[in-house]
Structures are given as C-alpha cells and as structure tokens.
DNA sequence: TTTGCTTTTTGACTTTTGTCAAAGACTCTG
DNA sequence: CAGAGTCTTTGACAAAAGTCAAAAAGCAAA
C-alpha cells in the first residue's frame, strides 16, 4: 500500500498537496535486517512501512534484545525518542524483510501540517490509534498469562509467525523462547 | 494547582481565552472513593486533577481488580475509550483521596481548539507525554522483574505509597499482594 | 546431497511468583 | 477504649516461568 493512497482513506488531498508531499517523501528499498536506526542516533523521521516489517527492540545493559514491536505494510512508525523529544533513540529498527520505506523529515512534517491544517486531524487520528494499542499491550502485561497473551496474538497477527521467528515473539511476550516453545506444543 | 495556572505555564491565554475556559470548565469536589466513571459508561469529558488522586482500574471477568494507574494532581485524564473513540469505558476511574477535579465536554474542547489553534500545541504535547509515558510502561513490564519494577516506582513516585494501599501498587505493578509485601521486607 | 549455520524443541533443574489460609497490625467509629 | 472492619504480613505449598545444555529440525549454499 502507497503512502499517498493510504492518506487518501482518511483524508481528501488536492492536487497541489499531493505535489508538494510527492516532492519532500523519500522512498527507499531496504534489504532484510537491514538497520534503519540505531540506539544513541538521531532519526527525527516519520517513516511509512510500504512493504516489509520492521522490528523495533531494545538492548538491556545485560545485553539481551528485547522486541518492543513489530511494524508492518500500512503502519507509521517512528523513533520516538527522536521525533518527539529530539532526543537520541533508545531502541533499534531493523528490517527483518526486504522492505519499502518511505519517510519525511520532521521539518517537513511540521511544515506540512501548517500548511495543511487538515493533517492535523490525521496526526491526531495516528496518535489516538497509537495510545489505544499502547493501552492494550499495558494491561495484556499486566494481568494476563503468556499462554493468554500468546493466544491473543495468534488471533490479532496470524501472520506475524510465518514471518517472524520464535525468539523475537518470545521476547515481544516478554517470557523466555523456551516458555513460548513449551506453550505452542500443548495444543 | 489550578488548571489555568497550570495552563499558562506552557501557552499564553490572552483575556478572552480565559473567560472563555472560566464558562465551561465544570470544578467538582468529590469524597474519598467516589466513583467517577464506571464500566460501561459514556464518559466524554476531559478531567484535570487539581487536587487528590484517581484510580482507573479493570475489573477482569474473574472479578479480579487491577490498577491501570494513578492519576495525581497536575495531570490531565479521559476515559479514553469515551473521550478518543466514543464507546463505553472499560475503566473504572474512583477518587482515593478527597479530590477537586476540573472537567470540560468533548464538544466544548473541541470547540476551544478550533477556536484557539493554540492549544493544539499543548493538545499533542499532552498526548507526547502519555505516549512516553506508556511507552516506558510498557518496557518495564516486558523485561523487568517485579523487583525492578517496584524500585523504579519508589525512585519515580515515591509518594504515592503514603496515598495509596499496597494492593492497589502490587496490581499496578502487575504481582500480587503477598509478593508485593515479600519484596519490601527484604530490605 | 552434504556441510555448516541458525532456529526450535526437549529435558532437568532452579527461581520467581501466585494462591490459600491464618495471624497480626492498623484505623475508624460508636 | 473496645470492637469491627480493612490492610498487611507470614507460612506452606503449587504453579508458572527462567536457565542451561544438548538434541533435533530447518535452511541455505557449496
């Protein structure tokens, strides 16, 4: 999916606007396990998954790579340490497929959405979206099991597991590969 | 902290603008473990806690009640499942202290940022602080132990363990009461 | 197809956390 | 201040999940 056609869903987009975004979105080609970002840079960026997926994870002083998320075809992603606070990101962001990103800067962002107050309503929409999921993840942690939380998953990302291995989506459970290995042979 | 103070540290609010907020913002006071909003309600209302303390929390099928946070003094709050997407609240939000909550109606909030564009700017920087905010939230539950995580909140929130019962924390934190109770003895 | 590499599973054991029940501490009210 | 009620701690045990190590399975390239 496109990102202009995708932007057409929610909102209408004049000829003149969809000029000015054709002129300042970079699309790029990234082979799998690529690294888009990593911990300590400044991404002030807004990408577009296109194609392909995205994992976001994070590396604790122990060392061990946790899954924050995954990000595939149709999602907005950022750093958000970087697009929100101009701070250094934390977390890493590496294709796990060959993927088709587009992205702007955030200075054109803000350009955009004061020439066009109509992408404010977008901006806010992302957001809402981004808070609902975030709310959802926080109480899934919170009191539900990993057998509960594996469930979950298989129901709202079926396909997260063809293209995914078991480690990363141990991780983004928060419970250990074994736990996951053990949880998938009882059924 | 009243909310207009508390406004104008971050955006200048010329006059009018003020008499504008002093007509639809609504200042209740409540008792000690009032209930707010229950589950299935329809709460559309933006609430600033001026003083005391909220607690949204779950009620899971089993009858289980779980703390999805605190809301302290100087924070803004919704039933966001009612303020973001117009739907029932799945959350309970009950005062645990005697509280004074300011609240305006999603109609005249949104009225109020088409009518002074700036307050989109503290609109979205609101929403920046609740996204990292759950961002963090949601890290911490995936790979810390109940341990770390109980540290962190005695760094980050020291206070609320003088306001708030320790079954209430231990589901915040996602553990039990009794492992809750086991954690603070050793030390 | 064989080899080497990565991913996944399995087993044995340890650690962490949960559950249930009871005792103790604390708080508020009459 | 006594007594009821709530909150917190403790103990004994069970369940869930983690760790380490090794085997098995899958995959890709020579």
């Known amino acids: 999916m496109n990102v202009i056609s995708f932007l057409q869903q929610t909102i209408h987009l004049g000829p003149e606007i969809e000029a000015d975004l054709a002129r300042i979105i970079v699309r790029e080609q990234f082979p799998k396990n690529h690294i888009l970002v990593r911990p300590g840079q400044y991404y002030r960026r807004l990408m577009f998954v296109e194609e ?54 955030h200075t054109d962002f803000e350009h955009i959405l004061r020439q066009h107050p109509e992408f404010e309503q977008l901006h806010i929409l992302v957001m809402h979206q981004l808070i609902r999921e975030m709310k959802e993840r926080i ?49």
Chains 1, 2 share one sequence.
Do not use: W
């Open 52 to 105: 392909g997926l995205i994992r976001e994870h994070y590396l604790s002083m122990a060392g061990k790579d946790t899954t924050y998320r995954f990000h595939t075809e149709g999602s907005f992603v950022t750093a958000d340490e970087s697009f929100i606070d101009n701070q250094p990101s934390q977390y890493t962001f590496e294709t796990l497929e060959d993927s088709v990103i587009c992205s702007i800067s």
């Open 139 to 187: 109480t899934a942690l919170q009191f539900q099991t990993a057998t509960e939380r594996y469930e979950s998953l298989l129901k709202s990302q079926p396909s997260i597991f063809q293209r995914v291995s078991l480690g990363h989506i141990a991780s983004f459970l928060g419970i250990s590969q074994e736990t996951l290995s053990r949880i998938r042979s009882k059924r």
